[in-house]
Each structure stands twice: as structure tokens, then as C-alpha cells.
């Protein structure tokens, strides 16, 4: 701590906070400030927004910043997947075109990988595009796409060549969102939220300069998006560093993580909360039924060990895999603990809800647990293939993709 | 014991699966979920009347249709099969309570009403166990008082039934809606094809019909868990299906998913759930219908249908993947079913409990 | 009932039992006299010890060799497979030469058919049999065979043809056990009993007369036996309908029952003895103990349910499958349960076990349920290929056995 | 809290590892197995001695070799995972119980006794939960009474501790054998690596050694529950490992068995299983080693374990089918101990138990 308090670069940000930082600056005009001086993303290249500095180095600033409660860039959800995808695969001219409104939050992004047709087989993508001179049409269908509705671009992987195995036809672009041949409808989930979107694409149209990295290459880029996806690099912050402080800043900050956080609301009772397990059991008297506390304590079991395996960091790689299992352990186990005991008031809503529709929820939610993210089988199908080094399953989609069996 | 449907069983459910299958299909449930009543009165009409379905199992010397607890078991498969929302199992509810009273003058007059649609009845059952005798009831003076919870179809139903337990012993009562000091709370619930409300009785006016003996009452328990029991391995059944035929057709990575054979064999397993759930209460339904003692059969029959329900529905939506998980997709619709049933009439602990009970009683 | 008093066949059965049955002869010696009216085995063909009736009419002679308490001809295990094939594919001089030592019990059988490279893939069988003048010479070795130390002939299935696929380069023989060739070693589970024989051939010689059906045609011949072994007939019978009668053949048969079953003894323990539950729970106290009865209540109404499933007759064919994975989730629960109301007693052997070895003997059997007879997995297969109509796996082995990967 | 092994202890586990590895391969097992003692002599000796291990986990000033619970769940997880036959269970128990005495005279010589092999030891247990409070010996007048059923190495043992509640608290109690009034009958048990005796005191001369608080007796009985916890998850992974193995090796249907996808996912699950139960029992150690109340964590541990364990000797045998249930293969010996693990010291329903009981005190 002493050293970093120390280090040159935090003597050298702290000064320029102190001349700079300013709570009752727009949210917008601050971040003008981190990106015209490189601290907002200190690790970004100087000649994009940033200073060229080590994610140690980075890790100092960002302490700076929490020291005295200044805001940093936008970074989270769709935005920080395109702007690392972008950093790693992206021409100069997209960098330069894209980087400074995902930095300042000016421009939402959204993510548009899964179809319909493929949603455990994402590189099975059936939208296409196809050439039109200096512009690509595109045609087909994305789901499973948060904040589409009012995003202002989307990162996209469609398919360029049909002849060509699976893997090897897809290409990846970038689509701005606001054209006429794009169609966004909210997608409702089992559990009433809609937190999702379906985007419909017809003749749909991309520039030429917005295609990442080479034509057919888009699986490669695909899998960059994908790596920051799983290790949580898209994850939303709650905000709570600024809990108490005042400032227009801090007011569109809240505002904005509001809107990134809605279709969120709730993970929490997706994943089971094992957390309210003994306070509801304590309230209806089910504490006293010994066959209830049987299913508590395995669901708490579970939930503990899951945790102290993810504290460990065994959960990186293919072992996260091991992790996303174990959430579904505890998300199946929390449901039939709630169920067991709430009875039949867990299936009240509105004013006769248990704790304010929460239990509801939570026994139509923990369904989601073992499909968002990749299903469970996909997650055994790793494990047994990258742990466990038992053979490959046989594929059955080699070849040209046209002539691949689909739905 | 040895059981097996006869010709005119199956002829008879090939009858009420023809109906469910056309009054009941999906857009249609999903309208009558959205909407206030929780069913359509025509259909419940058309069930009762042309069909005769309310009063179906109860013996003609009672006032019924004079089939047994076996055409029950099939009507309700059906409806659970379907999805249908009627409000049926609340008039099952209230005939078994009714047919178990001698005096023939006070019994038929509304087992006529119950069973010709002219009357919505249901019989108020403790909400966690689902036992006919009310704990919270009072009875006193031809009135009767407290707030009972969780009374299924309580919001639609103008003749509603309690067993409240008196001096004489289990006394029937019958409350005609309106009537003074009776209120009625409805309840949303997550399964918007079963409706439960919370009706008050604030010192309202009732009639004592008659004294049930605790076997008889025990009787109504037993026969409303066959009920749900049968409901249920319909519904199961009806997910079981429409999973192997997903299966079939959904293709990833350039095969179907139903040929990966750890997709077989858990659809394997769930058919062996939904099998074995099956026998327990086609043979629960058939110990019903031959008079035996069926409290054993019909706690099994009720956790080992539940379980294998639930355990359908948890897989139907998983092997769906994200679409299983849209509201869009019908598989929600029968998961929400199978949570309510598996906590209606008492949880399958407490019925694997109540087993042994039965067992070493 | 009356019917069948009053039919021909009862008649004339009757009379023929008053005059011959006689409980003081030997077993062989009655058995002879069965064989040679035909009245031991009625519904084989005249030419062989039989009377050529209906099953229907069979099932009136048995009833009335029931009535007066004769005993039957010798059936069960290995010796009513081998008989029930012979007469389906075997030669007319195969029929004269072994069925009537079948019938009267002289001679004893064993079925050699699994191998230890081919448990749950039957037809993978890589025992050889090589043509040598006019016999074969066997090499190879059995497994799981019953029996084979005391029988005097096997059926045996070895391969012939190695450059055919392996479905077809099998062929069926009967082979004499007695024979410096053959050697025959006991099998020791792993709950201590021995019930089966591992048997090594080492140039073992089968005369050329003794090959059942053509060259290369032994699996189709073996899916008779294995037809007639999954439909139960093999199963032996207690010979409780005897119980009390006296005579020298009653105290023979019993002896003769007592060797075909003595492999069999821990068969009830396997399928996991739920009818001790409720008994050992009141007498450890442990029905006291609310989460003890719920592990009963599940083994119990397992238990229940596959007995219903099984006497409404659907366990045949394919559904058969069904039946057996029931069983194994009967043996599993029963299991569990155990465990759970004898806790460490569970352990104990000998003059401290409970109930006489019988718990600690369960905990120890009921492993093999899911495995004897074709693994759960097999039956997943079943049903998962022939009840739900998924599509089958894809296969590896086919072309010329030589080039299938084996163990 | 975080937790992470040291290059210290994993330089440790490996020792122990070659140590097992070398000294108890099957063939020695099974030797053993059929034998009366239970243990080869000439290797506890070099397990004491050598090694250091009796009383390795118990702090330099109570008499111990300094090292901590750490260090005891990697000594059992390497036992675990070798099946090694060793009275190391029981020296634990009694060098625990020991080292609650703040009396350093009466304590330190029998732990160096013990440490050094001179005295073989065990702790009264109550047979059906552990509980170290015997409810059935009695003690007066500097002896003891009663009979103790199934005391872990109870036939080995010389020095046999008891902790009996008296009107002081709870009085721990040595007896040296041979000694007046004390018998012995070993009992024959399913896992001939595990063994048990009932051990009757009539009147036997008894050495009360001091007095334990209700925190020390429960620490003892954590600490036999996070070893048998790290015991467990050794002999599961061993299984585990051993059955992926013959997965790869073994061809049916022209392809490895693990080439199966319903075997792949079982496998995984399997890993999944082992994965959680391991984190768990090395938590407990650690807590245990930083000096927490572990009691929730300990019992979490033991039932978390126990589930693993036995769940993967059954896989374990089903995927090697017909082999698998064979005398001469390996698995069903650590089927047995699986067995054993599940019901020494408490089932796992108690445990589940416990933690409620823990969690809401």
C-alpha cells in the first residue's frame, strides 16, 4: 500500500485529479477529460485514449481514482466487450472511430452472437452477409441480446461463405443500429422479466470499413469476445464506491448503471438465494420440520462449497466449468428448499407474496441457471473433453456448412 | 393387485381426451391464465352437461354419475395432460364430501346443482396438508367464522363446503354465495390455470348438513390426492412427449439433439419417472374405485407422481435451452402447473411422512 | 376351472399318473418314464419325448401333475436354455443325442457366451473356434458362467470367420466340459459369495456334429437363447409346492433344486430386501428418526410401483428395460435406507451383524442390479432407441472383426 | 476466507504420498485385510518414528510435533487415497483429547508415547455419532464401567482414553491394557481397513487425567470429523482418477466406454462431486488450524465427503461393470471403506442435522 501510495504514477495522477476531477462536471464532459488525458483507460495505447500502462500500473490509478470517489469510464456490459475486442482485432480507423464514445458512454453497444437456430452451437450462425460493393447486406436473426433496444451499435458474427466448413464462413462486423432494416423486440422470459431482445435484420446494411479483423476470420474474433464474456470482464458494478456522495456526476453515473443493470434484477434469485434459506424457514415455523432441514442444509452445502472453490481461483478455464455446474447444483437445490419451505405460499404474487414475490421468482428463475451461459451439457461436454481427456465427441458438421444438417 | 382399463375405459378417455384437446388448446389457456375468472364458463357448462363430468365417480345411489374413482383418474390425466382449466378438482372436492351423507334429501338436491353446472362448488382444505377439516373454522349457532386460506376456486364457487369439527364429531357445513359477513380475497398465483382466494366468514350464515365419520372424511383426502395424482402423471406425461419429440427434431452441431446419448439416457430415465409414476396412480385410482383402504397408495401415489412431474418439467425446459426458458414457449406453463401441484394437498415430504404413518399406524 | 377337469388331455394324464406315478422311484428312473410317454415335456414334438400340444393343453398337464404332487421333468437355468434352442436350431440328431438328458436332469448345462472383452457387447466375442478335420478347436476364455464347474456340456459361442463383421463371423456349438482343454475356475464377487466361473480353453475340441444351426449363424441362434433367458424362463423355481410330501424323489428333486439355486442365495439381498425396512427401523428405533422414514417411504413406494409395473404385463419387449432400471433404483434406495437405519451396524459380520450377515450382505449386492443381466446403460440404449425412437448411435464396429478396436 | 496449500505442504504431501504409495500397494492391503491385527506394525512404527506422524498436528507445547491441522488433512487424504491400514484415526483422537489438558505432567509422557509408537491409543467414541461424551461407561473411584461398542482400533490399542460427564465436567479417563476387569472381542466388520472392537470395563483401574470444557470436547470431535472428511476426499479422487482411467482404456462397441457421452457426463458430474468435497475438506482443516469453531464447516465437510465418496464407488463399479463386482478387482475395496466412511462418526443425514442445529444455536 505504502509503495503504491509512492509510486510515481500515482503522485503523477493523484496531481492530475486534484487539478482536474470535478463532481458537478456532466458525466459526458468528464470523461472528455480521461480520454483527451489518457487516465481513463491508462492501459489503452496512448494513441487511443490511453497511456500505455501495465495493468499493475493501471491497478494504481484505479486506486487513486476510488481514494477520492471519482468516476471512470464506461466500461461495463457490451461496451468493455467491443472496446477489448476492438483493441485486439480492430483497424486503427475503428479504433479511432469507436473507442472514444465507448469511453465516454456517449454510444451503447450491444452483443449480437446467439440465433435461434444455434444456441449451444453459437458458431452455427445462419444471419448472412453478403457483399454489395463498398457495403454488406445482412439478413437473419440474433437473440438473446441484451440492451438491443437502445443500443447504438452492435458487435455482429454472420456468416460470408457458405462453401466453406462452419467454423471457417463467419465474419465479424460492426452494425450501427438505428437504420430501417433492423427490427428489435424485447424478448419476456418464463419469469415475466424481459431482459432480452430478438433483432431481426433485413437487408440490413454494414459499411465495408466496419468489418473486424480478415473476411472469415470472424470465429477467431468471435472467441476474443467470448474469452472477456466468461471471465467476467462484461460484469456490472453496483456502484455502491460512491454510496452517500453528491454531484451531478454522481447522479448520471447512477443513472446509466441503472439502465445497464435493469435487465439484471434477477440473477440474484436465479442463482437461488441460499442467503434468505433460515431467515424463511425461521418465519414459517418450517425450522421445525426436520426433513426441511435436511434440504436447507444441502442447499447451503452446496452454496458454500461453490463459493470457497471459486475463492480459490480454481474457477479459471476449462474449471470454470466445474464452477457453472456447481451454480446449478445450488440453484436446483435453493428451489426445492424454497419450495419445501414456503409450501403453497410460494406460489403467491402481489400483495400475498412471501417476501415481496421473491421466493416466486426465485422457483421460476433458477431454471435459467444451467442454460444462460452455456448449458450444462456443453459445460460436462468440456470437462470430460479438456479435464478429463476422454475422447472428442464424433462431429457430425464438417464440411461445407451449406450441406450441414440445421434447423 | 392386478388392473388393467376396460374397453369402455378407454373408449371414455379417448372421449374426454378429444374434448381437452379441442377446448383446451395453448392460446387458449394462455387467455384464460391473463383473464380474471380462470375459465370459461361455457366450457365448465358444456363439461358438466353434455359430458357429465362433475359428479362423474360418485356412486347414482348418491346423487352421481355412477362411475368410479378410475374414469376419475382418466378425466383428470386428461385435463392435466391439456393443461385445461376448469374447475373441476374443487367440485370433485365437494361431491366426495357430499356423497358421504345418508339423508338423501339434503345430499342430492345439491349434488343435482353441483353436477348440472347451476352451482360452483368447492369444499375449503387446510392449504399446506390439503386435510378437508378446517382448523380454522368455527361453527356455531347455523353461522360459520374465521378466514380460511388458499381455498381452491374459492373466487368462483357460490356453494362452498367445510369440515369443521364439532361435538357431533366432523360436521359438514354449506355456505351459499352471497351471504352476510362472506368475503372473497382472490389470489394471484404463479399457475394462473389453478385459482386459489381467501374467503371470510365473519359470523355467516351456513347449514350444517350432516356428520362425516373419520374414515369418511379421510375418504375426501384421499380421493383428492388420487385426483392430483392422476392430473399430474398427464401433465408429465404430456412434457415427456413433447421433450423426445423436441429432441427429434432440434438439430445442433449438424445432429439431432436427441441423438447425443447423454440426452437419451436422461430421456430414459424420465420416462422410467413418468412410468412408474403412472402405475401408482392408475393403481391408487383403481384401489379408490374397489373400496379398499388407500391412504398408503394415494400419499405414494401423490409424491412419486409430484416428483416425477417436476423432475419432467425441470427437463423439458433444460433441454430446450434459452427457448425453454422464454415466456413464449409453452413448457413454462406446465412447469408452473407442476410446482403448484407439488405443493397443493401437502408437499411430497409430507407425504412420504404420511406413508409411514399409514404404514405403522 | 371345470373345463380343464373335464377336458381329454386332463383325463387322460390323470389316468396315466395313477398308474406310473410313484414318489419312491429315483428321479431319473420317474424321469424316464416321462421321456418315454412324452408326459414329462407335452408340448415338445412327438419324436422327441414329447406329446406335440398346445401350450394351452401343456398348462393342463401341469395342473395335474400339481394336483396329485408329481414331479416334473428337470428345467431350469442353463439346461432349459440349452433344450429351448435345440429345438428351435438344432439337427434332428442333436435333439435325439442331448434332450433326454436334459429332460430327466442326468446331464447338467452351462452357457458360455460373455467374455471379459465383452460384458455389456455380447457379439464382440473373441473366443475362436478353428475347423480341424471334422472338429473345431476352441481358444479363448468365458466369463460369468454358472454352473460350469459341475455341468457336463455348455453352449458356447465362439467366433469362426474373422474377416466377416461381428455380428456375422460367430458361430453356436455344444461343447463337452469334461475335457483336458477346459478348465474351469471360480468367480468370487465382491460380496464373498462365488456364483459364477471363469472358463479357459486351451484347444478344447467340439465335434463338428455339435455346431447348432449353419456356419456364422450362432448369433442369431444366441438371440434365441437370450430371448428365452430375458423372458425369465431360466428362472428356478423354489419347489416350495412340495413342501411336506415325503418319498425318495422328493427328497432327489430337492437335492437337485438345492445345487441349481445355491448360486442364487444372495439374489433377494441384490435386489436390496425392502420388505426389512420397516422391521429393522422399529427394532434399531431408528423409525423414530424423521429423515430415516423418508429414505423408507422412497425405497418402499420404488419397490411398490415396479411391482405394480411389473404384474400389469408391461415389462415385456422393450419395456422389459424398464422394469430392470426400476429394479435398479429400487436396489439403490433400498440401499440408502438400510444404511440409514442401521448406521455402523450396518458394517458388522458374523456373530454381530445384523439379522445374520443379511443387512451388511444388501449394502454389498445391490451393486450388481444395475449391472447383471445388461448394465443400466444398456437399457438406456433400449429404451432410449427403441421405446422414445431417438436415433441410435452411431456404430464403430463395423467392417472385418480383425479391424475392430478391442480390449 | 482464502485458502491455498504451502510449498512446505505440498513438499510434506508429497513425503506422505511416496510413503503410502510404497508401503500399500493392493497386494499389502489385501494381506492385511485378511489378517487379525489389522495393520503391519513394522510400518505404523515407521510412520511414528520416521515420519512423525501420531501426533503431528498438535501444537510443541501440548506434547505434538508443531504442525497443524493442515497438515493432518493431508496425512489422511494420502491414507484415503491408498486405502493404507493404519491405526492413525485413533492416535489422533487420543493425542487431541490429550492435548486439551493444560497439565503438561501428566500429558506429555503419554503423548510421547504415544508419538514415538511405544503405546498404541484410541478414544471411547459413541458408535452411532462419534460423540466423544460416552453416555454408557461409568466412572468411580479411580475406575471405570460399562461397555463401549465398536471403539476404532479398540483390539490394538494399549491405551484406551474415555471421556465421561461427572459432577467436575467431563473427565477424561486413561486405561492401560492389559488391566483388571477389561476385555476385549474385536468385532468382524465389512472393511477389514477400518477395524472396531467392544471393549467391557468391570471395574478397571482408570486414570482421570483431567477435565474437559464442552469447547474442548467438541474440538476433538471436529477434529475427527475434518480427518475423516480429507480421508474421504482422498479415497474418492483416487476413484475418481482410476475409473477415467479404465474409461480411456477399456473398448466395447469398437470405442473406448469413455468415447460415451452419457459416460462423459457422468464423469463430469463425478468431478464435480470431488471438486466441491475436496474445497470442503480442506477448508474445514484450515479453519481448524487457524483456531475457528468449525463445527458447521466440519460437519459440512464429513456429509459433503461422504456423498462424494460413495457416490463415486458406485460409479466407480457400474462403469466397469461385471469386473467391477469382482473379488479380484481393487474397487470394492474402497467401496467398503466407502461404506464405512459413511456411517463412522455419523451419517450424513445427522450431519445435515447438525449444521442446522450449529447455524441456528
Redesign the interface.
Same mark, same amino acid.
Given at each position: 500500500m505504502s509503495d503504491a501510495d509512492t509510486h510515481p504514477i500515482a503522485l503523477e495522477v493523484r496531481a492530475w485529479l486534484e487539478a482536474n476531477w470535478d463532481p458537478d462536471l456532466s458525466l459526458v464532459a468528464w470523461r472528455d477529460r480521461l480520454a483527451e488525458s489518457g487516465w481513463g483507460q491508462p492501459a489503452w495505447p496512448k494513441e487511443f485514449y490511453g497511456r500505455g500502462l501495465s495493468a499493475r500500473e493501471a491497478a494504481i490509478v484505479q486506486a487513486e481514482f476510488a481514494r477520492i470517489g471519482a468516476v471512470g469510464p464506461a466500461t461495463a456490459g457490451p461496451r468493455g466487450l467491443a472496446s477489448a475486442t476492438l483493441l485486439e482485432h480492430g483497424s486503427d480507423a475503428q479504433k479511432k472511430k469507436y473507442l472514444l464514445g465507448i469511453l465516454t458512454g456517449r454510444d451503447s453497444w450491444c452483443q449480437l452472437f446467439?440465433e435461434? !437456430?444455434? !444456441?449451444?452451437?453459437l458458431a452455427?450462425a445462419t444471419t448472412r452477409a453478403d457483399r454489395d460493393g463498398d457495403r454488406w447486406i445482412v439478413n437473419g436473426q440474433k #437473440?438473446?441480446n441484451t440492451s438491443a433496444h437502445h443500443a447504438d451499435y452492435g458487435i455482429l458474427v454472420a456468416r460470408t461463405d457458405w462453401d466453406l466448413p462452419k467454423h471457417q464462413g463467419l465474419s465479424y462486423f460492426l452494425i450501427r443500429m438505428d437504420q430501417p432494416g433492423i427490427e428489435v423486440r424485447q424478448?419476456? *422470459?418464463?419469469n415475466?422479466h424481459a431482459s432480452f431482445n430478438e433483432v431481426f435484420f433485413t437487408d440490413a446494411v454494414v459499411e465495408a470499413d466496419d468489418l473486424v479483423g480478415e473476411l472469415g476470420q470472424g470465429w477467431q474474433v468471435a472467441l476474443t469476445t467470448l474469452s472477456y464474456e466468461r471471465s467476467g470482464f462484461s460484469r456490472i458494478r453496483g456502484g455502491e464506491q460512491f454510496h452517500g456522495r453528491r454531484g451531478r456526476i454522481y447522479d448520471e453515473y447512477a443513472r446509466e448503471l441503472q439502465i445497464a443493470n435493469e435487465p439484471y434484477t434477477w440473477y440474484p434469485q436465479r442463482a437461488g438465494r441460499t442467503d434468505l434459506l @433460515?431467515e424463511r424457514a425461521?418465519e414459517t415455523g418450517a &425450522?421445525d420440520?426436520?426433513? #426441511? =432441514? *435436511?434440504? &436447507?442444509?444441502?442447499a447451503?452445502?452446496?452454496q *458454500?462449497?461453490?463459493a470457497?472453490?471459486a475463492?480459490?481461483g480454481?474457477a479459471r478455464g476449462p474449471a470454470g466449468?466445474?464452477s457453472k455446474?456447481?451454480a446449478s =447444483?445450488v440453484a =436446483?437445490a435453493a428451489n426445492r428448499a424454497h419450495?419445501?419451505i414456503? !409450501? &403453497?405460499?410460494? @406460489?403467491?404474487?402481489?400483495e400475498?407474496?412471501p417476501l415481496d414475490g421473491i421466493i !416466486?421468482e426465485i @422457483? @421460476?428463475s433458477t431454471?435459467?441457471t444451467? /442454460?444462460?451461459g452455456g448449458?450444462?451439457?456443453i *459445460?460436462?461436454?468440456i &470437462?470430460?473433453?479438456r /479435464?478429463?481427456?476422454?475422447?472428442k465427441?464424433? =462431429?457430425?458438421?464438417?464440411g461445407p456448412f451449406k450441406d #450441414?444438417?440445421?434447423? | 393387485m392386478d388392473f388393467a382399463f376396460t374397453e369402455e375405459q378407454n373408449q371414455f378417455r379417448d372421449v374426454v381426451a378429444r374434448f381437452c384437446r379441442d377446448k383446451s388448446p395453448s392460446p387458449t389457456v394462455r387467455k384464460i391464465i391473463a383473464g380474471e375468472r380462470g375459465f370459461d364458463p361455457e366450457v365448465w357448462q358444456q363439461m358438466c352437461r353434455q359430458l357429465g363430468l362433475a359428479a362423474l365417480h360418485v356412486t347414482e345411489q348418491s346423487g352421481g354419475a355412477g362411475f368410479g374413482a378410475v374414469e376419475l383418474g382418466i378425466v383428470m390425466e386428461e385435463l392435466g395432460r391439456n393443461l385445461m382449466p376448469v374447475p373441476y378438482l374443487s367440485s370433485v372436492l365437494a361431491t366426495t364430501a357430499l356423497a358421504q351423507l345418508q339423508d338423501a334429501e339434503t345430499r342430492d338436491p345439491l349434488m343435482g346443482a353441483i353436477s348440472g353446472a347451476e352451482r360452483l362448488a368447492t369444499l375449503v382444505l387446510d392449504p399446506r396438508s390439503g386435510d378437508p377439516v378446517s382448523r380454522v373454522l368455527t361453527a356455531a349457532d347455523h353461522t360459520i367464522a374465521g378466514t380460511a386460506g388458499a381455498v381452491l376456486d374459492g373466487a368462483s364457487a357460490d356453494l362452498v363446503l367445510a369440515i369443521v369439527a364439532d361435538a357431533e364429531g366432523y360436521g359438514l357445513h354449506a355456505v351459499t354465495a352471497p351471504a352476510d359477513g362472506y368475503r372473497v380475497r382472490p389470489l394471484r398465483t404463479m399457475d394462473g390455470t389453478r385459482r386459489f382466494a381467501e374467503l371470510r366468514f365473519d359470523a355467516t350464515p351456513a347449514m350444517r348438513l350432516g356428520t362425516l365419520t373419520d374414515t369418511q372424511v379421510k375418504r375426501v383426502y384421499d380421493t383428492a390426492l388420487v385426483a392430483l395424482a392422476n392430473e399430474m402423471v398427464g401433465g408429465a406425461r404430456m412434457l415427456l412427449d413433447s421433450t423426445v419429440e423436441y429432441a427429434q427434431m432440434r438439430v445442433q452441431f449438424g445432429r439431432p439433439i436427441g441423438s447425443f446419448q447423454a440426452i437419451k439416457h436422461r430421456l430414459a430415465d424420465l420416462l422410467v419417472d413418468v412410468e412408474l409414476a403412472t402405475v401408482a396412480a392408475h393403481q391408487a385410482a383403481a384401489a379408490l374405485a374397489a373400496g379398499e383402504d388407500v391412504s398408503v397408495n394415494a400419499s405414494l401415489a401423490k409424491f412419486t407422481a409430484s416428483d416425477a412431474y417436476m423432475n419432467a418439467a425441470r427437463e423439458a425446459i433444460q433441454l430446450r435451452g434459452g427457448i425453454g426458458f422464454t415466456w413464449e414457449n409453452d413448457t413454462h406453463l406446465w412447469y408452473r402447473r407442476a410446482k403448484s401441484s407439488e405443493v397443493f394437498l401437502g408437499t411430497p415430504a409430507f407425504h412420504r411422512e404420511r406413508m409411514i404413518q399409514e404404514l405403522t399406524a
Open positions: 446467439s435461434p !437456430g444455434s !444456441g449451444s452451437d452455427g #437473440v438473446w424478448l419476456k *422470459q418464463m415475466g @433460515l425461521r &425450522i420440520d426436520p426433513s #426441511v =432441514r *435436511q434440504e &436447507i442444509a444441502a447451503l452445502a452446496l *458454500q462449497c461453490s470457497w472453490f475463492a480459490r480454481l466449468s466445474i455446474l456447481a =447444483r =436446483r419450495t419445501a414456503s !409450501g &403453497i405460499d410460494a @406460489l403467491f404474487e402481489g400475498d407474496s !416466486g @422457483l @421460476l431454471p435459467a444451467s /442454460i444462460a448449458t450444462d451439457e *459445460q460436462k461436454n &470437462i470430460s473433453e /479435464i478429463l481427456e476422454l475422447p465427441e464424433t =462431429r457430425f458438421d464438417g #450441414v444438417p440445421r434447423n | -
